[in-house]
Nanobody
Framework: QVQLVESGGGLVQAGGSLRLSCAASGRILSINDMGWYRQAPGKQRELVAGITSGGSTNYADSVKGRFTISRDNGKNTVYLQMNSLKPEDTAVYYC????????????WGQGTQVTVSS
């Protein structure tokens, strides 16, 4: 079992920045893929960015060039740097960790609210 604790959400004006953090504990060696998903009211949960244990990354088209995902394996922590935020980025952001790249199988954080005002 892997436990994930997120931090860093909040309220920011459009054009601003936020950094989300997600610290993992437990069965760390089982983690191969970590990522951030988000879910806005009335919408499905969608992948924002993912990073493998080898450092390969992928991003949703809507955040490319604005968001950066990174991973500190020594601290078992994944980060999401969000720049040039837009109101449409408003959502609950969830950290995910799993054994299979590209799969939603695994553990989820409790979610952190990101609100971007116009």
């Amino acid at each position: 079992q892997v436990q994930l604790v997120e931090s860093g959400g909040g309220l920011v004006q459009a054009g601003g920045s936020l950094r989300l953090s997600c610290a993992a504990s437990g069965r760390i060696l089982s983690i191969n893929d970590m990522g951030w998903y988000r879910q806005a009211p009335g919408k499905q949960r969608e992948l924002v960015a993912g990073i493998t244990s080898g450092g390969s990354t992928n991003y949703a088209d809507s955040v490319k060039g604005r968001f950066t995902i990174s991973r500190d394996n020594g601290k078992n922590t994944v980060y999401l740097q969000m720049n040039s935020l837009k109101p449409e980025d408003t959502a609950v952001y969830y950290c995910h960790a799993g054994p299979i790249v590209g799969s939603r199988v695994g553990s989820w954080g409790q979610g952190t609210q990101v609100t971007v005002s116009s």
